[in-house]
């Protein structure tokens, strides 16, 4: 690794010690437009011509909130390094039956509720969204399991971003909770509920995880001073059970349930060798499993590796047009989906 | 030959410099500079250029001549504490930290490099000080940045 960026010493040693122990680079890359939360570009999911790494974070990002998108994202890489060298690297992705079959459980649970509406979805939008759901959950499903490992690892391992990491859990919660809010009476109430509870379950998660009491320095902002002598816990969970997703609320400790007992018995202290990394990865892969079970969207998607995502995405177009063909037959004109 | 040229050229370089540009970055600072010795912010800039190509060394002279024309040049000294931090001159890097954040309160990363040499020299109460103030502006102008992002959308 090699960079003129400032680095507090934690971060320095943890960067070092990835690349040694994945045997690869990383580079660190400041972008104006990049996620809030930065973006991993890594040798096990993408094909690349160097053994280089690249963590992409905002510009804005100068001292500890860099540091703790490059904690991050090194955790991801050792979780998806160890892995790849150790076992075999996979990603949830899907296949053109995987497709049929998810696509047609969330048209007869769209018909169900549709059924109950005044207003109802013009059958237009009602296709369309099948497979937005659809690649929604994909999407999901290959992040927040991890994202709540990855957060607890940091948050054991790197005491001294405790509080950085804090405001990126509350900003990150935020802009999850608000994701699909605008298509709530669109979207079929059982994919809402379920998105909202991942998220629900994730958070909790995380606010029995991180204690309030690294907190205090993000009090000092005005911003943030509505939420002054409140624990962590409770800001997390006062805007759910304030709200009316009591539904959300019920699927959501279910969840936090399955998250608890997969993410309860690990040892976040134990020396961080590729076999903790490795450990850490099934944990996520089984985790994501039983989420998917609960969630009944099992035969929705398989595990591959990531170029086979990656693939399933360039053929996505494709693969949705057989599954509708094969929902709706004929009754779908040759011409749909094409612009 | 003006100021007001001079100026003109640094912008260049600055948009080069902006897109990691940085040999057409400096080609534009050494014009602007040799049009106008006296233009603080020039040196500053080429300092910073320097120090984005690995040359720490180079860009404290830089930086000592834009302090030279203005010593009270906030930003300079930030660039310094920078340069300093990179040839692991941490206590002097200190020193440059705290006169640039004691000049402009305001500068992220002055404080989160005071904090990051601290840290070095063992000084860690003092190190989880620096932090916590770099890490309030930082947040500061994370939310600034989310709502102009609200306000392009």
Same mark, same amino acid.
């Given at each position: 690794m090699k960079t003129e960026m400032p680095l507090s010493k934690p971060i320095r040693r943890f960067l070092n010690q990835t690349e040694e122990m994945l045997d690869t680079e990383i580079s660190l890359l400041r972008q104006p437009d990049a996620e809030p939360g930065g973006t991993l570009v890594d040798v096990y999911t993408y094909e690349m011509e160097k053994n280089v790494n690249v963590i992409i974070f905002p510009a804005q990002y100068v001292g500890l909130l860099k540091d703790f998108i490059i904690a991050k994202h090194c955790t991801s890489l050792l979780i998806k390094g160890a892995a790849?060298?150790?076992?075999?690297?996979?990603?949830?992705?899907?296949?053109?039956?995987?497709?049929?079959?998810?696509?047609?459980?969330?048209?007869?649970?769209?018909?169900?509720?549709?059924?109950?509406?005044?207003?109802?979805?013009?059958?237009?939008?009602?296709?369309? %969204? #099948?497979? $937005?759901?659809?690649? *929604?959950?994909?999407?999901?499903?290959?992040?927040? /399991?991890?994202?709540?490992?990855?957060?607890?690892?940091v948050y054991h391992r790197m005491p001294k971003i405790?509080?950085?990491?804090?405001?990126?859990?509350?900003?990150?919660?935020?802009?999850?909770?608000?994701?699909?809010?605008?298509?709530?009476?669109?979207?079929?109430?059982?994919?809402?509920?379920?998105?909202?509870?991942?998220?629900?379950?994730?958070?909790?998660?995380?606010?029995?995880?991180?204690?309030?009491?690294?907190?205090?320095?993000?009090?000092?902002?005005?911003?943030?001073?509505?939420?002054?002598?409140?624990?962590?816990?409770?800001?997390?969970?006062?805007?759910?059970?304030?709200?009316?997703?009591?539904?959300?609320?019920?699927?959501?400790?279910? %969840? #936090?349930? $399955?998250?608890?007992? *997969?993410?309860?018995?690990?040892?976040?202290?134990? /020396?961080?060798?590729?076999?903790?990394?490795?450990?850490?990865?099934?944990?996520?892969?089984?985790?994501?499993?039983?989420?998917?079970?609960?969630?009944?969207?099992?035969?929705?998607?398989?595990?591959?590796?990531?170029?086979?995502?990656?693939?399933?995405?360039?053929e996505k177009g494709e693969y949705e047009k057989k599954a509708l063909k094969k929902i709706f037959g004929d009754l779908l004109g040759e011409s749909w989906g094409e612009k | 030959m003006t100021l007001k040229e001079a100026v003109e050229l640094a912008k260049k370089g600055r948009a080069y410099a902006q897109r990691t540009k940085f040999k057409e970055a400096m080609a534009y600072y050494n014009k602007a500079l040799s049009l106008d010795p006296k233009y603080a912010e020039g040196w500053y800039l080429r300092a910073s250029v320097l120090i984005d190509t690995g040359k720490p060394d180079e860009a404290i002279v830089d930086c000592e001549r834009a302090l030279a024309l203005n010593?009270?040049?906030?930003?300079?000294?930030?660039?310094?504490?920078?340069?300093?931090f990179n040839l692991e001159?941490?206590?002097?890097?200190?020193?440059?930290?705290?006169?640039?954040?004691?000049?402009?309160?305001?500068?992220?990363?002055?404080?989160?490099?005071?904090?990051?040499?601290?840290?070095?020299?063992?000084?860690?109460?003092e190190a989880q000080e620096a932090y916590g103030k770099s890490l309030e502006l930082e947040i500061i102008m994370d939310m600034d940045a989310e709502r102009k992002k609200v306000g392009r959308t």
């Open positions: 790849h060298k150790k076992a075999k690297y996979q990603v949830l992705s899907y296949t053109e039956d995987s497709v049929a079959r998810g696509l047609r459980q969330i048209y007869y649970d769209a018909l169900k509720d549709e059924a109950k509406k005044q207003d109802k979805l013009p059958v237009n939008k009602l296709i369309q %969204m #099948l497979f $937005i759901l659809f690649t *929604h959950f994909n999407d999901d499903l290959n992040e927040l /399991p991890w994202n709540a490992m990855i957060n607890a690892s405790r509080k950085t990491q804090l405001y990126h859990v509350m900003k990150e919660s935020k802009n999850d909770m608000d994701e699909m809010i605008e298509q709530e009476h669109i979207v079929p109430r059982r994919y809402f509920v379920l998105n909202k509870a991942m998220f629900y379950a994730r958070d909790m998660f995380l606010a029995k995880t991180l204690p309030a009491d690294e907190l205090m320095p993000v009090l000092n902002i005005p911003q943030m001073k509505k939420f002054n002598h409140l624990e962590v816990k409770e800001m997390l969970t006062t805007r759910w059970t304030h709200t009316a997703w009591y539904q959300s609320k019920v699927f959501g400790d279910n %969840m #936090l349930e $399955i998250v608890d007992r *997969h993410l309860d018995k690990v040892e976040w202290n134990e /020396p961080p060798t590729l076999d903790h990394y490795l450990e850490l990865y099934k944990l996520g892969v089984n985790l994501t499993n039983h989420l998917i079970s609960f969630m009944t969207m099992k035969d929705w998607y398989v595990w591959e590796e990531p170029k086979h995502l990656l693939q399933a995405h360039q | 010593h009270n040049y906030a930003d300079a000294w930030s660039k310094k504490a920078l340069a300093l001159r941490y206590e002097d890097a200190v020193l440059a930290a705290t006169r640039a954040s004691t000049l402009n309160g305001n500068d992220a990363m002055a404080w989160y490099l005071k904090g990051v040499c601290l840290d070095e020299l063992g000084k860690s109460d």
